[in-house]
């Protein structure tokens, strides 16, 4: 299967000449795939050229709309469908500057850490028209186009870790920001990594110098390993050294991200060390109210709390600022959504296979009654015969009595008279 959202400009010309059909089309389709169309919507694109498009086994479109959630807050939650049927999940949240998408970049994540319900199962990466097929699909959902989007702001937080799909992102990264592509500033996307050292250089060294945020979580290795199993790869210090050499190349500042777990990472303590570790980085701190995960066991910070722990990084000189919870109402963690989908899914095969079973044990039972009824109805029958055999033969004998009384109606006289007779016979014998 193709995906044509996978393809730059030159990689649709490449692929529309193959065709035999004119260049010209190549920007047509583009443009057409960009605005989140797909064949029924094309409007420019002949029935000609469409058919053979269908018949190559390409997509116009890898990512459809499959549910969405409103929250009071205007925040809409997408939980999206891709051709494989697997879900992915994805975020829109209003600001005063504009539109920010979230976007995943696996379907769940290989990362486990502690507090994410991303983590607890991973199915595989995304391609590069996957992640660029969120947005399409979104700023159509918004009566965006190409040209004019809705969707200022893109951050790579969904589900997945990105740097672990380092090429598609990457080449997700180059296809989002081409001018002959939706044309994003660098400068208003983020990517998001749990601290996967060798790749932070690496997409420094790109050169795309979009803003990276590293989701810390810990002031040190000790707590990090608990609740991070990528810590124990590579230690926090690493990680810092990594976010250094970020900002030297990108001249960009890097967002520490930091959920505050009630009784984990919120001590005074915790604050006070994150900001020694911090002290020759230049970066911000996002502090975040942990979004409760059933499945994980871990509460979120009281916000009493929460503003005590920011104060004393103010203190310490730490830029840092609470994050707004948005969305609140229509479940706050990754991969929330997309796990009650697939558990009501599994939940609705169950209940299926439950009355299958029912339904054949009903029947076997009804079989098993209908052939009792069955034998029963042989046995009398049977009994029937017989009876009624008997019935006969007693008739016949008592035909064949009356019969019998009918010569001789004096039948005891008769019997007493041949009884004399025999008597007498015997006695004469006997005496002789």
């Known amino acids: 299967m193709i995906n044509l959202l996978d393809y730059d400009l030159e990689e649709i010309t490449n692929y529309v000449t193959s065709l035999n059909e004119p260049k010209f089309r190549a920007k047509q389709l583009y443009t057409d795939i960009l605005n989140g169309k797909d064949f029924s919507d094309s409007t420019v694109l002949p029935k000609a050229f469409l058919d053979k498009v269908s018949i190559s086994g390409a997509k116009f479109q890898a990512v459809k709309i499959y549910k969405t959630f409103k929250s009071k807050d205007k925040t809409i939650k997408f939980l999206f469908k891709l051709n494989d049927n697997n879900l992915i999940e994805g975020v829109l949240m209003q600001y005063k500057f504009g539109k920010t998408l979230c976007v995943s970049t696996q379907v769940g994540c290989k990362m486990n850490c502690a507090f994410c319900a991303s983590g607890l199962n991973f199915v595989r990466n995304l391609s590069a028209g996957e992640i660029l097929g969120q947005i399409t699909a979104v700023n159509a959902y918004l009566k965006g186009t190409a040209k004019d989007r809705a969707i200022t702001n893109i951050v790579l937080m969904g589900s997945g870790e990105p740097l672990d799909n380092f090429d598609n992102v990457a080449k997700f990264l180059k296809l989002v920001t081409s001018e002959n592509g939706l044309n994003f500033s660098v400068r208003n996307i983020t990517v998001s990594t749990c601290g996967l050292v060798p790749k932070i250089e690496k997409l420094a060294d790109l050169g795309l110098n979009v803003t990276l945020a590293i989701s810390l979580h810990a002031p040190n290795n000790k707590i990090r390993r608990e609740i991070m199993p990528i ?98 109402d229509i479940d706050g963690a990754c991969g929330q959504l997309r796990n009650k989908e697939l558990n009501l899914q599994t939940n609705k095969v169950q209940k299926v ?58 039948v005891k006289q008769a019997r007493n008279q041949a009884f004399n007779k025999i008597t007498k016979t015997n006695s004469k014998q006997k005496y002789r």
């Not at 690493?238 to 970020?246: G, R």
């Not at 009654?369 to 007693?394: G, I, W, Y």
């Open 231 to 328: 810590s124990k790869s590579y230690t926090i210090e690493s990680v810092i050294e990594a976010a250094k050499y970020y900002y030297t190349l990108t001249n960009r500042r890097v967002i520490i991200e930091y959920a505050l777990i009630k009784g984990v990472n919120d001590s005074l303590e915790c604050a006070r060390e994150l900001s020694a570790l911090l002290e020759n980085l230049t970066c911000h701190v996002n502090l975040i109210r942990l979004n409760d995960v059933t499945e994980r066991g871990l509460i979120g910070t009281l916000e009493n709390k929460m503003n005590l722990f920011l104060r004393e990084l103010l203190i310490n000189g730490t830029s840092a600022t609470i994050r707004r919870s948005l969305g609140d």
């Open 353 to 410: 296979k439950t009355t299958a079973v029912i339904s054949k044990d009903i029947q076997t039972k009804k079989t098993t009654t209908q052939n009792v009824k069955k034998q029963r109805n042989l046995d009398n029958k049977s009994k029937f015969k017989s009876n009624n055999k008997f019935s006969k033969n007693a008739k016949n004998l008592t035909n064949k009595n009356d019969k019998l009384k009918s010569k001789n109606p004096n």
